[in-house]
């Protein structure tokens, strides 16, 4: 029913930055709440940054001041902007959508999943 296509994804030294995109598809995509996760081999899923409907956003402490999501309701995308990647940052990151009226970030807060994107940070 709802379709997430994540891009973007690469490989980049520390440092540097990187953009990923979400494209969706769905008649009701601006009602969405939208989130990034990641997952790095052998770990959880991990909650990185969401961003309501109404388009408050919200990030957990490690990227902070780093990256930045938003959303563009006429292309049915969200993007997170990251700047200053650290080899930490490495790993798969998966957008997600969910129907949450208030800030989501627990994986089962949210009812549909990208293929995910890689990304690796080099140091």
């Known amino acids: 029913q709802v379709q997430l296509v994540e891009s973007g994804g690469g490989l980049v030294q520390a440092g540097g930055s990187l953009r990923l995109s979400c494209a969706a598809s769905?008649?009701?995509?601006?009602?969405?709440?939208m989130g990034w996760f990641r997952q790095a081999p052998g770990k959880e899923r991990k909650f990185v940054a969401a961003i309501t409907w109404s388009s408050m956003s919200y990030y957990t402490d490690s990227v902070k001041g780093r990256f930045t999501i938003s959303r563009d309701n006429a292309k049915n995308t969200v993007y997170m902007q990251m700047n200053s990647l650290k080899p930490e940052d490495t790993a798969v990151y998966y957008c997600a959508a969910g129907s949450a009226y208030m800030i989501a970030t627990a994986t089962n807060e949210y009812d549909y999943w990208g293929q995910g994107t890689q990304v690796t940070v080099s140091s």
């Open positions: 769905g008649r009701t995509f601006s009602r969405y709440a």
